[in-house]
């Protein structure tokens, strides 16, 4: 008998064929719409009519497809992440100085996947 909160046998798993093959032809045929659903959040981005929600929703599905989501910092430390345009000269100047591998940012700080040029 499982224990609470625990909804399957030990060593059992809860889905033992796997994945239904029904999800995986939806979602194949929803990949066969890739191009145009791209096409039709870069209209509605570009469509000055368009309520701003809605151009702003696309430009966001957009970059997420495009860049990946940005990393989100949750932290109390209010001074830890500062954008730059939050920081002095002199602070900005120390932090270049240093190198990028001289701490400016805390080693346990998630670091991004994707270089952004």
Not at 26 to 40: D, G, K, N, P, S
Request: aromatic share 4%.
């Amino acid at each position: 008998m499982p224990g609470h909160g625990r909804p399957f046998q030990k060593g059992k798993s809860g889905n033992p064929r796997g994945r239904p093959k029904v999800l995986g032809e939806i979602q194949e045929l929803a990949r066969q719409h890739t191009t145009e659903a791209i096409e039709v959040l870069a209209q509605i981005m570009r469509d000055e009519k368009a309520p701003a929600a809605a151009r702003v929703a696309a430009v966001d599905k957009i970059l997420d497809r495009a860049w990946g989501k940005p990393p989100q910092f949750i932290t109390g430390d209010e001074q830890r992440f500062r954008s730059a345009n939050e920081m002095t000269d002199d602070e900005l100047a120390a932090i270049a100085l240093s190198g990028p591998s001289a701490g400016a940012l805390d080693s346990s700080a998630p670091k991004s996947s994707m270089a952004h040029s």
